[in-house]
């Protein structure tokens, strides 16, 4: 299925794989939330990763809904809410739950689950 715009499932797959790759490079040599919290830098690179994560799980749901119910195990509304909230609650973001969603991102089996939807 494709988007008015031109882009398909695989497309927005691949934008959230390019996002999580990134998240991973930016906290490879962050041992911890306090230290992520320290370096506004990244922080900030995280959260706009993290907004491409929830807007592109938010098109392939509303794309293809036979494609999200059978891969039902990766959380697409949830990626989709914390876009929205960081967006929207711009002012008042948590940058411990940011931490812990990064973590989350760069995960192997995430990575790994989006190259093999994609091929």
Known sequence: M????????????????????RIQRYVVDIPDADEFVRRTIVHDAVVRN?????????????VDADFVARHADIPWAAMSAMRNRITHGYFDINLSVVWQSSERSASASRRHFLAHSIA
């Not at 494709?2 to 790759?21: C, S």
């Not at 491409?52 to 799980?57: P, R, T, Y």
């Open 50 to 62: 993290l907004e491409i994560i929830g807007e592109a799980a938010r098109n392939v749901r509303k």
């Open 2 to 21: 494709t988007e008015p715009h031109g882009l398909r499932v695989r497309d927005f797959l691949e934008h959230m794989l390019d996002a999580m790759e």
